[in-house]
């Protein structure tokens, strides 16, 4: 079973991402965007040793939200967003360590 209130993207959860609400677009779109733009923010001031733990805690929620890619209940429009938005992530935070 999922975690539904487990954070997997800032402060989005997973009931969010595979829920009927809100809707893909353009609320869920709208809510990655803002996130994104937060955590992107936050990276500067994150130290190098908490970045690479940040980097697994990214591919755990990942691995987490892509557990259950077949089942067709699930809003998959909403799961692919979530892919480009959190693989967009895990590039800046990969930068980040190479930096």
Excluded: C, W
Excluded at 18 to 29: E, K, V
Aim: negative net charge.
């Amino acid at each position: 079973m999922l975690e539904l209130d487990k954070k997997v993207f800032g402060k989005i959860t997973t009931k969010e991402i595979i829920g009927a609400d809100p809707p893909a677009i353009p609320n869920t779109r709208d809510n990655f965007e803002k996130e994104l733009t937060i955590l992107l923010s936050e990276l500067d001031s994150i130290q190098k040793e908490n970045l690479e733990k940040l980097l697994e805690e990214q591919k755990i929620a990942e691995s987490h939200i892509n557990s259950r890619p077949g089942a067709m209940a699930l809003a998959q429009n909403k799961i692919q967003l979530f892919n480009k938005y959190n693989q967009k992530y895990i590039q800046s935070i990969k930068e980040k360590l190479e930096s």
